[in-house]
């Protein structure tokens, strides 16, 4: 699974409409997810300030022929991407 960004735009405080190219499967599709800023801090072993986000989207898997062996009533079609991630301020 890959995701490359194409756009992000301001929605509110602290939170962000994130847009870009979602693969998975070998197949390709332009997706938005919601993307929220946690804050920033110090990293206490690395000293180094760290700013953490949280991703959550939804996909459906029959668009990326994802999980196609089971069908809908066994398995939702929806799936729920959640991510979280800290980022390092680099020297």
């Known amino acids: 699974m890959t995701f490359r960004s194409t756009s992000i735009k301001k929605t509110g405080k602290n939170k962000y409409k994130l847009s870009g190219d979602l693969t998975l499967t070998g197949i390709t ?3 938005s997810m919601d993307l929220w800023y946690r804050g920033t801090i110090e990293n206490p072993m690395s000293k180094t300030p760290t ?14 022929n994802f999980g196609s062996k089971f069908p809908a009533p066994m398995l939702s079609d929806e ?13």
Not at 55 to 61: A, E, F, H, S, Y
Not at 79 to 91: H, M, R
Request: proline share 3%; hydrophobic share 45%.
């Open 29 to 31: 599709k332009p997706v």
């Open 51 to 64: 700013a953490g986000f949280q991703l959550t989207g939804v996909i459906k898997r029959s668009e990326f």
């Open 79 to 91: 799936v729920t991407i959640k991510a979280d991630g800290e980022f390092l301020l680099s020297k």
